[in-house]
């Protein structure tokens, strides 16, 4: 059963336009959420966060909303740049099922951004 | 600083083979993760090392796969026999025992092809 979803495979837009990425989710005790970044060849780099208590966090272009009624994040990048075409990974980690933290992500399917120029 | 270091890069190996892939976290990490992608879907999770000892191995499919960490360093996978369904990339990734818990630092990964 996957607790963490990205139903959009891909997704192109203009460069200098808004990109949002959505994530959803289904197990409520997800205490953080992150945002990573995947080029070809290359191992995930972490992006952004943020805490299950917040509901928005911000990091120059990049900033994450979570929507904890609808268990749904997404990531806006404004404005958006080529180099910013990747795979983006939507995770999670909490504790679940009584056990302390290990830091374990669960992570999506990953969405690719293409930004075209 | 170096990065996590993953090796072999790709690996081909024929069912029922043996294949033991490594990893080099960054220097001073004590956490050491191991994860999975198949075939272009999620990127699961098999393991978790603190320093030498196994903190979770609840993501390991089944016996066939066994980690080991000697002396808190560098990490090995083993596939032993492999199956055409362990085919994909598997990832380690490091971080320290202090900071945020959830930046970890992902090496390139391995590509495993069983054929």
């Known amino acids: 059963d996957q607790q963490v979803k990205q139903n959009s495979p891909s997704l192109s837009v203009q460069e200098g336009r808004i990109s949002i990425l959505n994530c959803d989710y289904t197990?409520?005790?997800?205490?953080?959420f992150l945002w990573y970044k995947k080029y070809p060849a290359e191992g995930p780099t972490f992006l952004i966060s943020?805490?299950?208590?917040?509901d928005k966090n911000e990091d120059g272009r990049f900033t994450v909303f979570l929507n904890k009624s609808a268990k749904h994040l997404s990531l806006h990048i404004v404005p958006s740049q080529p180099g910013d075409s990747a795979v983006y990974f939507c995770a999670a980690s909490g504790i679940t099922g009584g056990s302390s933290n290990t830091g374990k992500l669960i992570f999506g399917q990953g969405t690719t951004l293409q930004v075209k120029p | 600083e170096a990065g996590v270091t993953q090796f072999p890069s790709h690996s081909v190996i024929e069912k029922g083979q043996t294949v033991t892939l490594r990893c080099d976290p960054i220097?001073?990490?004590?956490?050491l993760y191991w994860y999975r992608r198949v075939m272009g879907k999620e990127i699961k999770f098999l393991l978790h090392f603190v320093k030498e000892s196994k903190q979770d191995e609840s993501g390991m499919p089944n016996n066939r796969f066994l980690a080991e960490r000697t002396g808190g360093t560098y990490s090995t996978l083993k596939v032993q026999p492999a199956e055409l369904e362990d085919s994909g990339v598997y990832f380690c990734?490091?971080?320290?025992?202090?900071?945020?818990?959830?930046?970890?630092?992902f090496g390139p990964g391995t590509r495993l092809t069983v054929t």
């Open positions: 943020i805490s299950s208590i917040k």
């Open positions: 220097s001073g990490h004590d956490n």
């Open positions: 990734a490091s971080s320290p025992l202090t900071g945020f818990l959830y930046e970890q630092y």
């Open positions: 197990n409520s005790m997800f205490d953080y």
